[in-house]
């Protein structure tokens, strides 16, 4: 399995409370990625990072944002949390450009927003 | 506008015979397609995947199928076994498009019943 580490695995926070999770992997990909799963929606693209400070929004990118200071390490972060993201929220890696390799995931961080 | 889409939220096979699930998309752009496999508190697991340059892939009981005319794709399972029970998402992307993403269907939930 790829060395991929997210955490808290589980939160609960109130709504406008700032929310940081974090991604942290040892197979030096290049590529990182954060999705959110809802049901009806599956897997939605929230940012993601081609390299040490380079990252780009994806399709859900509003009221969220990221850091990449290490290649190891992608953060995720609700500015002010709300109810609508409530979520289960995956991290994703991949050795080579988006969409020529496969992504390979966390085990996922339960977001509840009350 | 979903650009993948599985129109299928649920599917029940019996032990032993075929699971056929569908994906279809409307981007002619993609060109790589995957399919992936979820169970319940874990994350996505690839699980095979077909260039549009191929038109069947195979890799043991699993088998994708493309038919690029009709923005169709397939997943055949045969046999299916009980621990083919999870939920499977379709994913497309544009290999080498600069803005390259992987686009995730909303999965289809597979239950193979005795």
């Known amino acids: 399995d790829a060395g991929i580490t997210q955490s808290p695995r589980h939160k609960v926070t109130e709504t406008g409370t700032p929310v940081t999770l974090r991604c942290h992997q040892t197979e030096n990909h290049r590529y990182m990625y954060w999705y959110r799963q809802d049901p009806g929606h599956g897997l939605r693209l929230i940012h993601y990072s081609y390299g040490v400070k380079d990252t780009d929004k994806g399709e859900v990118s509003d009221g969220y944002s990221v850091s990449r200071s290490k290649t190891e390490d992608f953060l995720l972060t609700l500015e002010s949390a709300t109810s609508s993201q409530t979520s289960v929220y995956f991290c994703?890696?991949?050795?080579?450009?988006?969409?020529?390799?496969?992504?390979?995931f966390g085990n996922g961080t339960r977001l509840t927003v009350t | 506008d979903q650009q993948v889409k599985q129109n299928s939220p649920s599917l029940s096979v019996q032990e032993g015979r075929i699971s056929i699930l569908n994906c279809d998309y409307t981007?002619?752009?993609?060109?790589?397609f995957l399919w992936y496999k979820k169970y319940p508190a874990e994350g996505p697991t690839f699980l095979i995947s077909?260039?549009?340059?191929?038109d069947k892939n195979e890799d043991g009981r699993f088998t994708v199928f493309l038919n690029k005319s009709a923005k169709h794709l397939s997943l055949h399972i045969v046999p299916s076994q009980p621990g083919d029970s999870a939920v499977y998402f379709c994913?497309?992307?544009?290999?080498?498009?600069?803005?390259?993403?992987?686009?995730f269907g909303s999965g289809t939930r597979l239950s193979i019943r005795p």
């Open positions: 994703a890696i991949s050795e080579s450009t988006p969409g020529a390799s496969p992504l390979h």
């Open positions: 077909i260039s549009s340059i191929k």
């Open positions: 981007n002619s752009m993609f060109d790589y």
């Open positions: 994913a497309a992307s544009a290999q080498y498009s600069s803005a390259s993403k992987i686009i």
